[in-house]
Antibody, heavy 118, light 112 residues
Framework: EVQLVESGGGLVQPGGSLRLSCAASGFTVSSNYMIWVRQAPGKGLECVSFIYSGGSTYYADSVKGRFTISRDNSKNTLYLQMNSLRAEDTAMYYC????????????WGQGTMVSVSS | QSALTQPASVSGSPGQSITISCTGTSSDVGGYNYVSWYQQHPGKAPKLMIYDVGNRPSGVSNRFSASKSGNTASLTISGLQTEDEADYYCSSYTSSSTLDVLFGGGTKLTVL
């Protein structure tokens, strides 16, 4: 079965760090454009970061310099390292796979919640 | 970059049709055919409903259709069913940013 399973979310104090994981099955993460999308409580979807199959990475201005997207090919897993967390980073974080180079996303994880609060 | 513009809410009765608009610019919706639509039920992940402006992935009901005119894309749901009640988001490739995907602000569909 083709699926993504996220983990690693939780409650963290402002300035703290978390690493989110997104384990894939049924397809190869490194062969796909993969994205992290977040959704603050009651709000819409926001692109956070993506990584091309070739390894190039890009970030939203709001997280640039604080978040790092990466992947472990041996574990077929995507990661999002989040440092210097702020209250405004509080959101459900989803990973997703791009569909056929269309900048559309057909496989989504179930999401992992990140709460930044003192 | 600014999000694509969607109405905050739309409503319809079972069996009726509704249309949700998604307005962008010539750097995104108007300039490329990489417009997609997602359905999101409460507490669930988004589900891809439409890609490439008007194409449905396998398994998506043909009650869902979409199109584009200029800088505005539209999603139409015909024969509304209660299970269609959800949030809907449009998305587009954008050439105006290195983070080249934009989402709309979302539209809450209520089936009365």
């Amino acid at each position: 079965e083709v699926q993504l399973v996220e983990s690693g979310g939780g409650l963290v104090q402002p300035g703290g760090s978390l690493r989110l994981s997104c384990a894939a099955s049924g397809f190869t993460v490194s062969s796909n454009y993969m994205i992290w999308v977040r959704q603050a409580p009651g709000k819409g979807l926001e692109c956070v970061s993506f990584i091309y199959s070739g390894g190039s990475t890009y970030y939203a201005d709001s997280v640039k310099g604080r978040f790092t997207i990466s992947r472990d090919n041996s574990k077929n897993t995507l990661y999002l390292q989040m440092n210097s967390l702020r209250a405004e980073d509080t959101a459900m974080y989803y990973c997703a796979r791009e569909f056929l180079g269309k900048r559309a996303f057909d496989i989504w994880g179930q999401g992992t919640m990140v709460s930044v609060s003192s | 970059q600014s999000a694509l513009t969607q109405p905050a809410s739309v409503s319809g009765s079972p069996g009726q049709s509704i249309t949700i608009s998604c307005t962008g610019t010539s750097s995104d919706v108007g300039g490329y055919n990489y417009v997609s639509w997602y359905q999101q039920h409460p507490g669930k992940a988004p589900k891809l409903m439409i890609y490439d402006v008007g194409n449905r992935p396998s398994g998506v009901s043909n009650r869902f259709s979409a199109s584009k005119s200029g800088n505005t894309a539209s999603l139409t749901i015909s024969g509304l069913q209660t299970e269609d009640e959800a949030d809907y988001y449009c998305s587009s490739y954008t050439s105006s940013s290195t983070l080249d995907v934009l989402f709309g602000g979302g539209t809450k569909l209520t089936v009365l």
